[in-house]
């Protein structure tokens, strides 16, 4: 427990959203003379490793620090893609000014493709222009036949963001440190019992991706293969006819390759399978010279299994939930915290984790105006 009385906000979770949103927050209090006091505390029961790539026993909620990851925009087709869009382009911008700023975060700016054994009307429907409109990402460009794998019938390539999740949410810890935050390592049985976790509370931010009893949220359970190749420079999506996938996503700053991957909804198995694990690695064997550029040196052939992975990614009917709630606090004397909510992103928590971030903030800005305005009430009584 953190003992002094400066005000405080309680950020639940400690994955890239959390993180995300801890900075964010940071940000905003220092922009503020009046919050100079203010602090912001991450309560968490699990952390970011700055071990690249690195083997070791984790848990099977933690996706962040699994994931692949990279941006792959998706068509803003539904009202909930077209939001999921505009944060994913918000995201986009935030990594380029990341980059520029520090080339070693663990983001890289790379080629990534798209293949479709049977591509929707939204994806041939793309332009370069309505392509960048759309994500902020440049270089979009459509394959011709002699350029698709086989049984392929459409694709398209563009440059990316590539993500060492390990080296990238150990960073944003560092930063988020450094700056003066907070940690305190500890597991909640609910949201409200994190209004007590330190002195002075003032309201709760829920990031904390399963969530605490949502019947909305689900997992959807993915399995992937990380691989000791560091010979690819492309990250290739192919989706199959049959619903499943085959991607290649090298992870730069020698943490290997992710080769996937499966997504399961409401499967709660925890453990991988020899058989799923055979079958990714098979998946991709067509896949790695078109994840290659011209002047590669690099022998995909001699590939070797680290670790078998299953993450279950965090994913809520409806979309991603982000909205301020007052609910009955049972553990402190308040009668009432507010919570903003910002959980449940599936596996998009990466590409859009800067644009959630920044509508927390905008959240919160108007919470603390209302804060303020409801002490200044009291004041005069």
């Not at 309680?10 to 503020?32: H, K, N, P, Y």
């Not at 064997?285 to 590939?303: C, D, F, M, T, V």
Request: charged content about 20%; glycine content about 10%; aromatic content about 8%.
């Amino acid at each position: 427990m953190i003992h002094n009385s400066s005000p405080a906000i309680v950020v639940i979770g400690c994955g890239v959203i959390g993180l995300s949103s801890a900075l964010s927050l940071q940000e905003l209090l220092r922009d503020d003379p009046s919050k100079s006091s203010w602090q912001v505390v991450i309560v968490s029961k699990e952390w970011p490793t700055s071990i690249p790539g690195a083997p070791i026993p984790h848990s099977i909620e933690y996706s962040s620090m699994w994931a692949g990851a990279h941006v792959r925009p998706i068509p803003p087709t539904t009202t909930q893609l077209r939001q999921e869009g505009l944060w994913l382009k918000q995201t986009v911008s935030k990594f380029n000014s990341l980059l520029k700023a520090e080339t070693q975060i663990g983001l890289t700016l790379a080629p990534a493709i798209e293949v479709f054994e049977a591509p929707g009307d939204e994806y041939k429907a793309q332009t370069a222009e309505s392509f960048e409109a759309d994500s902020g990402l440049k270089g979009y460009r459509e394959l011709t036949a002699k350029e698709l794998p086989n049984g392929t019938t459409f694709g398209f390539e563009y440059e990316s963001y590539c993500i060492n999740s390990p080296i990238y949410c150990g960073d944003l810890l560092r930063k988020f440190i450094i700056a003066g935050g907070k940690t305190i390592n500890a597991t909640l049985r609910s949201v409200d019992e994190a209004s007590i976790i330190t002195p002075n509370v003032q309201f709760l931010v829920n990031t904390s991706g399963i969530g605490f009893n949502d019947s909305k949220v689900f997992p959807i359970r993915g399995h992937i293969v990380l691989t000791n190749s560091t010979c690819f420079d492309k990250t290739i999506t192919r989706q199959n006819l049959d619903g499943t996938w085959n991607f290649i996503i090298p992870r730069f700053f020698s943490g290997g390759t992710v080769i996937g991957g499966t997504k399961e909804p409401h499967d709660w198995r925890r453990d991988p399978d020899s058989a799923t694990c055979r079958r990714l690695l098979t998946g991709v064997e067509e896949l790695k010279q078109y994840a290659l550029s011209s002047g590669s040196l690099g022998q995909p052939e001699n590939i070797s299994v680290i670790q078998e992975i299953v993450g279950r990614r965090p994913a809520r009917e409806g979309g991603l939930r982000l909205e301020i709630e007052f609910p009955s606090n049972t553990y402190s004397a308040e009668s009432k915290l507010p919570v903003i909510h910002a959980y449940g992103a599936g596996g998009r928590g990466f590409e859009i984790s800067w644009g959630v971030a920044s509508s927390v903030s905008k959240l919160a800005k108007g919470l603390m105006v209302k804060l303020d305005q409801t002490k200044g009430r009291l004041a005069k009584l």
